[in-house]
DNA sequence: TTGTATGCAAAGCGTTTGCAGTGAT
DNA sequence: ATCACTGCAAACGCTTTGCATACAA
């Protein structure tokens, strides 16, 4: 089975504790903070077992490489900020669907991402300068 | 400007006419049609052109390479067959999906994909043997 | 004639994989 | 002592780009 290496643990608590989808070479560069040496083969390997036990789910979105985010936090969709490219979580979701595939087709699942800025590079009256940028 | 060749015409009307959004390797086979010696480097700098011209949109979804179709369709969303991976149009739109973002976010545009099965790949009662698949 | 568009092949870029050495069990 | 895991580098697949030629204007 897997073994518990010091790899391993800082790939999957960098995912786990980064509370946004990770890029793999955001998870490299976090993950090396614990494993200096730590290459991006590793990365992806661990990336790929731990999406395959169910422990990480990959967050595919508009042409962009997977990010990576735990799969314990369940049904929800994603917003990726048009000024710093990331992606948060959001909660809720719009259902029904269904009714919008042409006749004839099943539908089994469905995907919404909402673009736009963030809080961070919101425009107009809450901005403030010097505000910190949201936790990496 | 832009020079009409036979390579721009035969690969604009293949994405006009396809009904559907191409991947650049299905448009090179279909304007290969017409013009034998079409090279793929050509599809990818007419696609871009096509696209930076208004003439035709880029539709990335879920990891898979990007897939184009006429400009001209107006907002709508997309269906993704799990079974032939084919990519379809569908009409109409969830609409009200702002208020999922969270506070402080600026919603700017979404996007919406389904999945399941379409109709030529739909298990069940419309299931028929020895039916073709659609008009590649 | 002029210069963009093309085809070819090489280069990029992110991801995957072969291999021999490392280290968890 | 095993054998899965790792780092390295080569290999991959898709896309882009450099270059000399072809051809639309």
Redo the contacts with the bound molecule.
């Keep these: 089975m897997?073994?518990?290496?010091?790899?391993?643990s800082a790939i999957e608590s960098s995912v786990q504790q980064a509370g946004r989808p990770l890029l793999?070479?955001e998870v490299l560069q976090l993950a090396q903070q614990a494993?200096p040496?730590?290459?991006?083969?590793?990365v992806?390997?661990?990336l790929?077992a731990l999406v395959d036990e169910g422990a990480l789910r990959a967050v595919q979105l508009a042409g962009d490489?997977?990010r990576y985010e735990p799969a314990a936090h369940g049904h929800h969709h994603h917003f990726q900020c048009t000024r710093c490219q990331r992606v948060f979580d959001m909660h809720g979701c719009p259902g029904n669907l269904a009714h919008l595939a042409p006749a004839g087709f099943v539908v089994e699942d469905h995907e919404v991402t909402l673009y736009g800025r963030c809080a961070d590079c919101a425009p107009g009256p809450r901005t403030r300068a010097g505000r910190r940028r949201a936790t990496a």
Tied chains: 1, 2.
């Design positions: 897997e073994r518990m290496t010091r790899q391993r793999p070479q494993v040496g730590l290459s991006i083969a590793t992806y390997r661990q790929k490489p997977p």
